[in-house]
């Protein structure tokens, strides 16, 4: 933000003048200050940039802009701290609002000026715009999301679904970052944001599927175990179907689609993807009896599916190389696969051997019960155990920082009211050990009770009418 007050060329002046000034002594907020001003351009005043540098650096959060269609050629544009709960709760207060700095992009490719949104601006303020008629996207200067009427959204997806490029990749990782936390927010309906997020079916670059995962992984967390019809991973595949067949399991392609194919992936076979689940069952299996080796990028999906699609024979074959091997990566990643497991009973086995030493490394143990509780399946069965063996657990576990950052942990995957009254009685019997540890982890397991009571349906209902793609 300070950085397009100034301009970029003085702002990096401003800073090197800065560090060649204090380099060889203390310095104080002041001092930036003071080299920020010395090369801040004539109308920059040092009140507004004081006030500007103020606004980012000592108030809490940050704002989301609001943009609603008030004629065929102007909007109005709000702000509000956003809040991903309790959003209504926060009133609107000059201590709130923020120096925003912005850009409107429109349909025809014409840019407006730089435009400002600052504490004494009004609650709503006119902007003038090319047309309401057509997409409009705003460009950001700064940390804030950007919320835009019904139509605007609609418009958006309709175009980038038709051709993506027609907004640039970081704009797209922007929309659709903004539009599903929008969404969980509540002050975006989740049949908007999901009937733009239609759009990621055309989706190959790695920069906007990075932020829709966010997003999307929020929602499969929270209806792994709520979402009967199974919607979601259908609605899941939908999106990846055409990146999936694009980048496939060859480990092969420039290092970003790498990486990207590694996410693609985990998703994919996640949401039950046929193919990627027999390509990681038979990965694994020519690992196993001809010692075919696995692509580094591709061995987290394999062991984890692998392992979810076979039996107990692969699983201890899995088990007895995380025993052998001193290898920290590979280490963490079997650690991880072991929990894929979709057998109850293996599960149980595995957080039982996190209290000996003798089969998993004091060190390993709190890692291993991450795993489990990271699998749907084995939400319940952790939980269990925390309760019923805590004081093994701090006995075995390496320390207390480990145990405070599995309960926290595995409280973001509770999400019914029987796991939320075994917790928080948990909680309450151990609020001595925890401290505020255990607090957070009750307001992370109320909200989220909250959050499907409130929301579930308007989920469901939204991915039940969502257009095929």
């Known amino acids: 933000m300070i950085k397009n007050i100034l301009g970029e060329e003085n702002f990096r002046q401003a800073l090197q003048a800065y560090l060649d000034e204090r380099k060889f002594d203390n310095a104080k907020p002041e001092h930036l200050f003071a080299a920020l001003q010395k090369f801040a351009p004539s109308d920059v005043t040092p009140e507004f940039l004081w006030e500007a540098i103020a606004d980012w650096t000592q108030k809490p959060g940050f704002p989301v802009l609001t943009l609603e269609a008030w004629s065929p050629d102007t909007v109005f544009v709000s702000q509000k701290r956003f809040n991903l709960s309790d959003i209504n709760s926060y009133p609107l207060r000059l201590r709130e609002l923020y120096y925003v700095q912005y850009q409107i992009h429109h349909q025809s490719g014409a840019s407006s000026a730089r435009l400002w949104s600052t504490p004494d601006t009004s609650i709503n303020y006119e902007v003038a715009v090319e047309s309401t008629e057509q997409w409009l996207v705003v460009n950001s200067t700064g940390y804030f999301r950007v919320n835009y009427w019904a139509a605007n959204w609609q418009r958006l997806g309709a175009a980038l679904r038709a051709a993506p490029a027609v907004v640039a990749p970081a704009e797209r990782a922007q929309l659709v970052d903004d539009a599903l936390n929008l969404a969980r927010a509540a002050l975006l309906p989740y049949a908007t944001a999901l009937d733009f997020a239609r759009y990621l079916a055309r989706e190959t670059d790695y920069v906007p599927w990075t932020a ?193 950052n599995i309960v926290r942990g595995i409280a ?27 607090k957070i982890a009750e307001n992370t397991v109320r909200a989220n009770v909250e959050w499907l009571s409130n929301r579930k349906e308007e989920v469901l209902a939204a991915l039940r009418h969502t257009d095929h793609l």
């Open 212 to 404: 829709a995962f966010s997003g999307l992984d929020f929602l499969g967390r929270l209806l792994a175990n709520e979402d009967e019809e199974g919607l979601f991973p259908a609605f899941l595949l939908e999106l990846l179907d055409g990146v999936y067949a694009q980048l496939g399991f060859a480990d092969e392609g420039s290092h970003l689609e790498k990486l990207l194919r590694a996410q693609v992936l985990a998703r994919a076979c996640g949401a039950a993807h046929a193919s990627c689940l027999q390509d990681a069952r038979d990965r694994l299996d020519a690992f196993l009896r001809r010692g075919q080796e696995i692509e580094p990028d591709l061995r987290s999906v394999v062991y984890c599916y692998g392992v979810k699609a076979e039996g107990t024979d692969v699983w201890e074959k899995l088990l007895s190389r995380l025993q052998l091997t001193e290898n920290p990566g590979e280490r963490s990643l079997l650690i991880s696969a072991l929990g894929c497991s979709n057998d109850i009973d293996i599960l149980q086995l595995y957080l039982e051997y996190s209290l000996k030493p003798g089969v998993v490394r004091s060190q390993d143990a709190a890692a291993v019960f991450t795993a489990v509780y990271s699998n749907p399946r084995g939400v319940d069965p952790a939980l269990d155990f925390l309760v019923n063996r805590f004081a093994e657990i701090q006995i075995a576990y390496a320390n207390m920082r480990d145990i405070n």
């Open 412 to 438: 973001m995957h509770l999400t019914n009211e029987i796991q939320q009254a075994k917790m928080i009685r948990f909680l309450n019997t151990q609020a001595h050990v925890l401290g505020e540890s255990g």
